[in-house]
């Protein structure tokens, strides 16, 4: 019995995609055995720190199951700046939070 994992990776910095594979579909075995996956080349604009989004889904019992995973990828040797990726905020406890826009599906 297989089921199939559908994978999609975003960035919300400007980093080029040096190939078109930001997404696939991959089967994934009862014993957790896989297919490989592909390889993703990105080209940063300069050194830095970038963030690369990958979002995993698979069905089961009908229902979708998606887990997201946020990957740093260090570019270059300098030191890093550390720059929010979205509006920071404080909540009513006074506590730090980064609010980002959505991906909707449509």
């Given at each position: 019995m297989t089921s199939p994992v559908i994978s999609k990776v975003t960035s919300a910095e400007k980093l080029t995609w040096s190939n078109n594979n930001t997404s696939w579909q991959s089967v994934l075995k009862n014993n957790g055995e896989r297919e490989s996956l592909p390889l993703l080349k990105i080209v940063?604009?300069?050194?830095?720190?970038?963030?690369?989004?990958?979002?995993?889904?698979?069905?089961?019992?009908?229902?979708?199951?998606?887990?997201?995973?946020?990957?740093?990828?260090?570019?270059?040797?300098?030191?890093?700046?550390?720059?929010?990726?979205?509006?920071?905020?404080?909540d009513q406890n006074g506590q730090k939070v980064i609010i980002q826009d959505a991906e909707t599906k449509d």
């Open positions: 940063a604009p300069a050194d830095g720190l970038y963030y690369i989004h990958l979002m995993a889904s698979i069905e089961k019992d009908g229902k979708v199951l998606s887990k997201p995973f946020t990957i740093p990828v260090k570019v270059g040797t300098g030191e890093v700046k550390f720059d929010p990726v979205g509006e920071v905020s404080v």
